[in-house]
């Protein structure tokens, strides 16, 4: 079930052997928004440099990664998090302005609470592939 939305599209990705389940709507003519990755219930941009990193859903996880990301010069420019139950695991998703440095993703990635962190790219917003334009 994916909530208040008219429509959405489910795929399901394996990732090594483990399958999960990805799905996505489409706001206006050119938002694209992740609104399930796995277990958990988000709704994020997909658009440009993202951070996407599973954590446990404890205290001071965000704040966490916004210093690592701003003692490296790393501006966020939207943030979305997931969770399965409170104090369970959770997933956060950061749109980024630039590529983070290495450092800055090796710090992240150290953080006790956080178990997998990595970086994406997707196309820029309202530069969607022909085959999702109207």
Known sequence: DMGAFTSSITAEVTAGEKPFAVAGTLFGNNMPRLIRLADFRLEAYLDGIMLVFTHN???????????????????????????????????????????????????????????????LELPAAGNLPVWLRW
């Open 57 to 119: 859903d404890v205290p001071g996880i965000i704040g966490a990664v916004g210093t690592i990301f701003g003692s490296h010069r790393v501006n966020i420019a939207q943030m979305s998090v997931g969770r399965t139950t409170p104090g369970g695991g959770a997933i956060g998703v950061l749109n980024l302005d630039g590529h983070p440095p290495a450092a800055a993703l090796d710090e992240v990635r150290t953080h006790p609470a956080i178990s997998s962190a990595r970086i």
